[in-house]
Antibody
Framework: QVQLVESGGGVVQPGRSLRLSCAAS????????MHWVRQAPGKGLEWVAV????????YYAESVKGRFTISRDNSKNTLYLQVSSLRAEDTAVYFC??????????????WGQGTLVTVSS | SYELTQPLSVSVALGQTATITCGEN??????VHWYQQKPGQAPVLVMY???NRPSGISERFSGSNSGNTATLTIRRAQAGDEAAYYC???????????FGGGTKLTVL
């Protein structure tokens, strides 16, 4: 069965960096676009970034553009999100999600359980 | 870019029909997807491309999309349907996904 397991979250000071990982299993990872979606405490879902099946295309929400970098290693079935120049408003649970499409422009049929990033001094 | 408008909350009596809307100008021209999220859990896809149910989702869930409003309908509402529901589209103008603000469904 499809499994997505995020890791790498934690408490980090403003301005610092972190790398989140999402280990995928149960499907052909290299055939699907992948996303990061976040949810601030008590708030709704916010899309963060998408990467196409082969990593050739990446797109970001305006709120994170220039600070976050999405990447993937298809040989390791792993998705990454490098988060830099962190701000208090980046505090959220970060979910990875599998897209139904190669390009990542469809819908999200599987989600991980999320990893919490807390930005605090 | 798209801004999807959902009611903050919807209440429904046990066994009755709940309707959750998602509004945006000409949303009928988009594929709309719906997710259910219970407290402390990851979202679950309950409807894709307006009216298609994923495997394992109850047939009590149905969807429609026309004009300026997409709708998720839950018939014979059960206590287990209590959750937040989010609509979502892909906005090609920004090359990004857009979520509605979410609707908290309460079953009375």
């Amino acid at each position: 069965q499809v499994q997505l397991v995020e890791s790498g979250g934690g408490v980090v000071q403003p301005g610092r960096s972190l790398r989140l990982s999402c280990a995928a299993s149960g499907f052909t990872f290299s055939s699907y676009g992948m996303h990061w979606v976040r949810q601030a405490p008590g708030k709704g879902l916010e899309w963060v970034a998408v990467i196409s099946y082969d990593g050739s295309n990446k797109y970001y929400a305006e709120s994170v553009k220039g600070r976050f970098t999405i990447s993937r290693d298809n040989s390791k079935n792993t998705l990454y999100l490098q988060v830099s120049s962190l701000r208090a408003e980046d505090t959220a649970v970060y979910f990875c999600a599998k897209d139904v499409a190669l390009a990542g422009n469809g819908n999200f049929d599987y989600w991980g359980q999320g990893t919490l990033v807390t930005v605090s001094s | 870019s798209y801004e999807l408008t959902q009611p903050l909350s919807v209440s429904v009596a046990l066994g009755q029909t709940a309707t959750i809307t998602c509004g945006e100008n000409n949303i009928g021209n988009k594929n709309v997807h719906w997710y259910q999220q219970k407290p402390g859990q990851a979202p679950v896809l309950v409807m894709y491309r307006d009216r298609n149910r994923p495997s394992g989702i109850s047939e009590r869930f149905s969807g429609s999309n026309s004009g300026n409003t997409a709708t998720l309908t839950i018939r014979r509402a059960q206590a287990g349907d209590e959750a937040a529901y989010y609509c979502q589209v892909w906005d090609s103008s920004i090359a990004g996904a857009v979520f509605g603000g979410g609707t908290k469904l309460t079953v009375l």
